[in-house]
């Protein structure tokens, strides 16, 4: 596809329920970023992939949190037995760079909202 | 650690009118790139421009100009003769050599007809 895709573009989970939001790349792109986006506030960094390693999970916010990416392409992030307070949208973006230096810029996708009731 | 800071929350004008969107931000590294994202209603962030720590010249496109200093560590977005269109979210934000990027929290701009 041209750009990054989300699914789902929506979910609804019950306190304690555990849930698995897919992020399908630009083709090509060797990094990838999940970000999580509260209401009202920037995209707080999550994780990054460099192909199929990850690099950097020092924004998870607990051990709830899971990333992966198997075969370097698409991506699932997994949060178990959510809570409330991981209610926010979840962005994935793309870029073609790889190193230690971000410089090229970040492709987005649409976001899934997480709303946990 | 790195840090964006955009003081402005909300911004509203009126069409025509040119309008200034300050980032100011903070790091360690020598070496960074500094970027701005236009988050419209339909909510996917798409990316305006790109710096780089070394890189001083003030950019213009079209109606968008950027003004880089970094003795200052800003990084301003200005908006000239603004219109509708141009209602969204505005994000700076920074690349480091930690390889992510940090963003601020955006300002909203609102522009009226």
């Known amino acids: 596809g041209a750009g990054v895709s989300q699914s789902p573009r929506y979910k609804v989970a019950k306190r304690g329920q555990d849930v698995a939001l897919r992020c399908d790349p630009i083709?090509?792109?060797?990094?990838l970023f999940w970000y999580q986006q509260a209401l009202g506030q920037g995209p707080e960094f999550l994780t990054y992939?460099?192909?199929?390693?990850?690099?950097?999970k020092s924004g998870l916010p607990s051990d709830r949190f899971f990333a992966e990416r198997p075969e370097g392409s698409v991506s699932t992030l997994k949060i178990q037995r959510t809570q409330q307070e991981d209610s926010a949208v979840y962005l994935c973006?793309?870029?073609?760079?790889?190193?230690?230096?971000?410089?090229?810029?970040?492709?987005f996708g649409n976001g899934t909202r997480l709303t946990v009731t | 650690a790195q840090k964006v800071t955009q003081a402005q929350t909300e911004i509203s004008v009126v069409e025509k009118e040119d309008v200034t969107l300050d980032c100011v931000y903070e790091?360690?590294?020598?070496?960074?790139?500094l970027f701005w994202y236009k988050q419209p209603p339909s909510g996917e962030l798409v990316f305006l421009i790109r710096?780089?720590?070394?890189?001083?010249q003030n950019e213009i496109s079209g109606r968008y100009s950027w003004n880089f200093q970094k003795s200052t560590s800003s990084f301003n977005f200005t908006i000239t003769a603004s219109q509708v269109v141009d209602s969204a979210v505005y994000f700076c934000?920074?690349?480091?050599?930690?390889?992510?990027?940090?963003f601020g929290d955006g300002t909203t701009l609102t522009v009226k007809p």
């Open positions: 710096r780089n720590s070394f890189d001083e």
């Open positions: 083709s090509g792109h060797v990094s």
């Open positions: 992939f460099q192909n199929e390693a990850q690099l950097d």
């Open positions: 934000a920074l690349s480091g050599y930690a390889g992510k990027s940090t």
């Open positions: 973006a793309s870029s073609l760079e790889h190193g230690s230096y971000l410089n090229s810029p970040l492709h």
């Open positions: 790091t360690r590294d020598t070496t960074y790139y």
